[in-house]
């Protein structure tokens, strides 16, 4: 690698304004006379979108692998199968002559209505978090970069350009940048993208807090910052806040822009060839991989054939699946046979094959007679013939598949849904097909949750397919055959209705801003706390098979929060199928300072198991599991307690129980102020020891004076009520006001002098 200081040294400045900026809309700028090439990236995430042309802003691609989209591949659960599908989309990039890929995509799922949902993982930010990383490390580990994208709190299309998210720092942090943290602490991404929208009012591309403070200072970021394609308002304020590369190019007036900053003083140099060193690091390490040869379009193909099998999820069985060599099926509904496995908008892949689900269906089911009919069109028009055509083929059939995808006018990057509906024609045609054939399955293509509630119960089946790649025809047709056992769980709750949902209230906002004002508890962590009703939970899945649960235990019943925990649990194949099972582990905190959610998520293991085979399953639990962010300290704090190790087979499905005791090693400084409650001074060490006996004074005082619940003091004052219930919960300061008369010298001065010997004892 070229020595980078050395050619910041010999840079004009024009030239360190041109390599922040773009030169096309796929391309650095190379600077010849100094030996920069350029550097090529693509839109991904779940395939390689290259354009034959780079430097022109083109919508036709080169053929490459459309592997399945993120709602499939988290649904896999399965962190080495995703890092293995990371080496392929570099083996394409490398053929393809591109550096770094757009992906993947970290952001959370506050709501099933955000139109990117199919690109992004899950709700929850450890899992979210788990299966970037691994992405990043595949696609790494051959010598091409990644972007992580979209940081931060991009969760939503409407008004994406310019809405501000507004959330509290502590579900900034726990929620909406956890994902981002475990990814980049774990794989260093070579790039992040920022996202178009403000953050608490200040756009992401020029968020010093976000992007210097929190990404490159905090988390370690070694890479760059590159924006989402015309992310940038402002450059100048962009490189000051942290975005060291703007896309698209060029951009000669931002150029000119960067120039005149630093030659009036406005921007200093220093931070402009910070972001150069970044991007030239970048760009010769890219060069360092050479761009050459071709990939093996048949097991690409395979390997996307087998993640789908792994991510789809079966959702509700009464026992028709897997088939049975039934006679006649009735195949019906226009996804059958025009495959819907991808989403619209900047991840749409030219795919090098497609497998047709009706025709893979017919290898599979060789012995069977296959009926089809299109059930549905491809516009919103309602198609009563269609449906009566359904009905016919399906009463005469011994069982009747519906391939049901959700139109691309409901579903796409760009808008958000409106409602969590399918079509009325094809709410009408299950309704009318599985009320003539008892033997009914539903086979779904999409990307988020979907209501069922009109039709679920009259069916037999229900297989979650989702955008399930371009062999993910010959997926469903394993599931369906029982070639292949599905074992995929849902990353994110389908909830009954839309009303239901967390952010409903709050979303999508309007004038100019949306509030978070679910805080912390979107997706599983909301319904626990609401004692909510779901359609399907968080982690739910199900097998051909049954899994039983035994000898849950870890490695320790009391430790440190500087130490690892370790549980273990027996994982036993009770059927007559080979299947995988997903071990899920949660975190309960008995008591905390602050609110918590009633679990959470912490680690998962999936495992394979031979009928009545038993295999022991491990998951190590690490400082992170126990702690939260708090606001006020400014760091994650673990505290003294008993948590519960929950081992689950979905957020619904506690299998075991184990209750643990932490001791945490943390020295926290004070942080207590003239405005802390009294309960506050309590829970603080240093200001239990210095209020001590001042509380013991003030409880007796104010029972005497208000009376109260300790029949000491009589009633004859009383209240009727527990008056230091009150006070404990109002300012120390306030309280000692009721007391004025009793004191030495007025209650300000008093929680002064309180003050400074509580930070005297840090």
Not at 34 to 61: C, F, K, N, W, Y
Not at 347 to 365: D, G, N, R, Y
Not at 410 to 420: A, I, V
């Amino acid at each position: 690698m070229k020595n980078i200081q050395s050619l910041i040294a010999n840079m004009t400045l024009e030239e360190k304004a041109a390599l922040c900026t773009g030169a096309s809309a796929w391309t650095t700028t190379p600077i010849e006379r100094l030996g920069v090439p350029e550097m090529i990236v693509s839109d991904g995430p779940h395939g390689v979108r290259r354009v034959p042309d780079v430097h022109a802003m083109a919508m036709e691609s080169l053929p490459a692998t459309c592997f399945p989209t993120a709602s499939c591949l988290a649904s896999t659960w399965d962190v080495d199968l995703i890092h293995k599908m990371g080496i392929a989309l570099a083996e394409e990039c490398i053929t393809h002559n591109v550096d770094v890929l757009l992906g993947p995509g970290a952001n959370m799922k506050r709501s099933p209505l955000g139109g990117r949902n199919f690109e992004y993982f899950s709700e929850d930010p450890y899992l979210a978090g788990e299966m970037a990383a691994s992405f990043i490390n595949g696609v790494q580990s051959k010598g091409v970069g990644t972007s992580l994208k979209h940081y931060a709190a991009n969760n939503q299309e409407f008004q994406r350009f310019s809405i501000s998210a507004e959330m509290d720092e502590r579900t900034l942090r726990e929620i909406y940048l956890t994902a981002f943290e475990k990814a980049v602490k774990q794989a260093q991404p070579w790039t992040v993208m920022c996202s178009y929208n403000k953050v608490n009012g200040t756009f992401a591309s020029e968020h010093h807090y976000l992007l210097n403070e929190i990404l490159k200072d905090e988390w370690g970021f070694e890479g760059l910052v590159v924006s989402d394609w015309g992310a940038v308002r402002d450059r100048v304020a962009a490189l000051k806040g942290g975005l060291d590369w703007e896309m698209p190019g060029p951009q000669e007036r931002r150029v000119k822009a960067v120039v005149e900053a630093v030659r009036s003083g406005e921007l200093d140099e220093a931070v402009l060839n910070e972001s150069v060193r970044r991007i030239l690091n970048i760009v010769f390490k890219a060069k360092e991989t050479p761009k050459t040869g071709t990939f093996d379009i048949d097991a690409h193909h395979e390997l996307a054939h087998h993640i789908a099998s792994e991510g789809m999820v079966l959702l509700k069985n009464n026992g028709l699946l897997p088939l049975k060599g039934q006679h006649h099926i009735a195949v019906i509904g226009r996804a059958a046979e025009n495959a819907h496995f991808q989403g619209g908008g900047s991840s749409h892949i030219h795919p090098t094959k497609v497998a047709v689900p009706f025709k893979e269906l017919q290898a599979q089911a060789s012995n069977s007679e296959l009926t089809y009919a299109e059930g549905y069109p491809t516009d919103r028009s309602f198609r009563q013939d269609m449906i009566d055509q359904a009905v016919s083929l399906a009463r005469s059939a011994d069982v009747a598949v519906l391939y049901i995808a959700l139109p691309t006018f409901k579903e796409s990057e760009g808008y958000d849904r409106t409602d969590l509906d399918l079509t009325e024609q094809q709410v009408a045609l299950i309704k009318a097909v599985s009320k003539v054939q008892p033997n009914t399955v539903v086979v779904l293509n999409n990307g988020a949750p979907v209501a069922m509630n009109e039709w679920i119960d009259g069916v037999a089946a229900v297989l979650e397919g989702w955008m399930m790649g371009q062999a993910g025809g010959i997926a469903i047709a394993d599931v369906l055959s029982g070639k292949v056992n599905p074992s995929g769980k849902l990353a994110e709750t389908f909830p009954i209705k839309l009303s239901d949902t967390p952010s409903h209230i709050n979303w999508p906002g309007g004038a100019g801003a949306v509030s978070y004002g679910e805080g912390l508890f979107i997706g599983y962590r909301y319904y626990d706390a609401k004692e909510m009703p779901v359609l399907f939970p968080f982690g739910h899945g199900l097998s051909y098979t049954t899994f039983a649960y035994s000898n849950a235990k870890v490695s320790a019943k009391t430790f440190k929060d500087t130490d690892s925990l370790t549980v273990t649990v027996d994982v036993t194949n009770t059927g007559e199928f080979t299947g995988k099972e997903i071990v899920q582990v949660y975190v309960h905190d008995h008591k905390s300072g602050l609110v918590r959610p009633q679990k959470e998520l912490k680690g998962f293991a999936k495992v394979e198991l031979k009928p009545g085979e038993t295999k022991s399953v491990s998951i190590k639990l690490d400082f992170r599991a126990f702690a939260y962010y708090h606001p006020e300290y400014k760091q994650w704090i673990t505290e003294d307690g008993d948590f519960d190790i929950l081992v689950a087979a979905s957020a619904a499905d506690i299998r075991q129980t184990l209750t643990v005791t932490l001791q945490s090693t943390l020295s926290l400084p004070c942080i207590l102020d003239k405005e802390s409650t009294v309960r506050e001074w309590l829970a603080d060490p240093r200001g239990k020891a210095v209020i001590g006996a001042l509380y013991t004074e003030i409880e007796t005082q104010s029972r005497k004076l208000f009376g109260g619940a300790d029949e000491r003091y009589g009633n004859e004052n009383a209240m009727g009520m527990d008056i230091m219930d009150m006070m404990n919960d109002m300012p120390l300061v306030s309280v000692l006001m009721f007391q004025q008369g009793a004191l030495p010298m007025p209650a300000e001065e008093m929680v002064a002098g309180l003050l400074m010997q509580a930070h005297k004892m840090e």
